[in-house]
Every structure is written in structure tokens, then in C-alpha cells.
T-cell receptor, first 112, second 115 residues
Framework: SQELEQSPQSLIVQEGKNLTINCTSS?????LYWYKQKYGEGLIFLMM?????EEKSHEKITAKLDEKKQQSSLHITASQPSHAGIYLC????????????FGKGTTLSVSS | NAGVTQTPKFQVLKTGQSMTLQCAQD?????MYWYRQDPGMGLRLIYY???????DKGEVPNGYNVSRLNKREFSLRLESAAPSQTSVYFC??????????????FGDGTRLSIL
């Protein structure tokens, strides 16, 4: 959906390097979800952010939701080949949860 | 711990044939969703069911019908398959509440080719 823009579309990084993926909306986000997808497989839930300024981490992945709740970033520290895949952000555009959209995804490749 | 189960995993149809994609979740979630994923288009919502007994159109509902059979099961039917419906179909479920919503859980997908 064009209402949720992800950047970059694709990314190639050297193993051990840090990287950031962004997810931007023109509307207030009532819930922001990050997923990872390996080629040919389903989506695996990574993290959920709901409050402005919220930050969550899991292993080497950190996600933040800005204060205005219109942008989120996903940061990977010291990337590994296992981080390769497609990262998608999804968001609730209303509190009722009846307007859930996804970005088009960011394809990450990690070279060793 | 099955989560969301989709059947079949792969299917090849001829134009004009019909088929039903099945989805079942064992997490007692109230909301269920059907998406299609195409290269460069991301995930697009076909239909969703906010709660048992209700269904609503999403972004791309034309050519599809759905049935929320019970709280666990949500099926997607193609009445007369067209090549444009070649895609990967994902079913998802989640708990949706008045004050907060939970993330969706996805099935492994159905890869559908229509010749």
C-alpha cells in the first residue's frame, strides 16, 4: 500500500555492518508491526510498537516508533547472513484495528 | 503448536476452474484475514473477518469470496480462476480489541498458479 512507505527497497550489506530500514506513514499509526520473511516462506513476527517514543530490542535487532507515531525504524547491529530476507512493516491506521496495511518490504542481502 | 494452517501449499489450476483455499487457526483469535502477495506489490488484503459471523472486503476483493465457517476457520474461494489470480496467498489471524490490537500470525502460504 502506498500509505506505508518502506525504504530502502533493497539493501546489500557486508557481514558485520549495521543497517537501518525505515517505515513512514502520512497518518498516525495506532500499532506498528515488523515482520521478516524468507523467500518462499511465511511472515515471522519480530516486534510490535504502540506508544510514541517506544523502543524494543531482540538480540541484534532494535525497532523504534517516533514520538509522532508516523515513522518507525528497524536497526540491525553487526549483521549476519541469518539476517537476510525481506522485512515488512505493517500498521493499524485506526484504534479499532479495522484498517491494517503493509509496506512493500525491504529485501536485505548480507554478504560474507 | 500449529498456529495458522493453510491448505493446500501448492496448486495449479486451469483458467475457469474453481477452488477453495482453507485456513484454520488454533489460537482462539477473533479476527482472520486473507492476503495475496505479488512481486513489487507487497501484501494486499483481499477480505477479512473482524469477528465470527462478519466478513468485509479489503483492497482487492474482485473474483473472490470468503466464508467464516466458525471462529477457527476462514476459507477463500475462487469461483472462476483467471491468470491474474496467480499469486501467493496468505491467511493470518489476530486478536483485535477495543483498546489495543495484537500482531497478526501468518500461515505458510498457498502458491497458486493459473494457466
Amino acid at each position: 500500500s502506498q500509505e506505508l512507505e518502506q525504504s530502502p527497497q533493497s539493501l546489500i550489506v557486508q557481514e558485520g555492518k549495521n543497517l537501518t530500514i525505515n517505515c513512514t506513514s502520512s497518518k498516525t499509526l495506532y500499532g506498528l508491526y515488523w515482520y521478516k520473511q524468507k523467500y518462499g516462506e511465511g511472515l515471522i513476527f519480530l516486534m510490535m510498537l504502540q506508544k510514541g517514543g517506544e523502543e524494543k530490542s531482540h538480540e541484534k535487532i532494535t525497532a523504534k516508533l517516533d514520538e509522532k507515531k508516523q515513522q518507525s525504524s528497524l536497526h540491525i547491529t553487526a549483521s549476519q547472513p541469518s539476517h537476510a530476507g525481506i522485512y515488512l512493516c505493517g500498521a493499524d491506521l485506526n484504534q479499532a484495528g479495522t484498517a491494517l496495511i503493509f509496506g512493500k518490504g525491504t529485501t536485505l542481502s548480507v554478504s560474507s | 503448536n500449529a498456529g495458522v494452517t493453510q491448505t493446500p501449499k501448492f496448486q495449479v489450476l486451469k483458467t475457469g476452474q474453481s477452488m477453495t483455499l482453507q485456513c484454520a487457526q488454533d489460537m482462539n483469535h477473533n479476527s482472520m484475514y486473507w492476503y495475496r502477495q505479488d512481486p513489487g506489490m507487497g501484501l494486499r488484503l483481499i477480505y477479512y473477518s473482524a469477528s465470527e459471523g462478519t466478513t468485509d472486503k479489503g483492497e482487492v476483493p474482485n473474483g473472490y469470496n470468503v466464508s467464516r465457517l466458525n471462529k477457527r476457520e476462514f476459507s477463500l474461494r475462487l469461483e472462476s480462476a483467471a491468470p491474474s489470480q496467480t499469486s501467493v496467498y496468505f491467511c493470518a489471524s489476530r486478536d483485535r480489541g477495543f483498546y489495543s490490537n495484537q500482531p497478526q500470525h501468518f500461515g505458510d502460504g498457498t502458491r497458486l498458479s493459473i494457466l
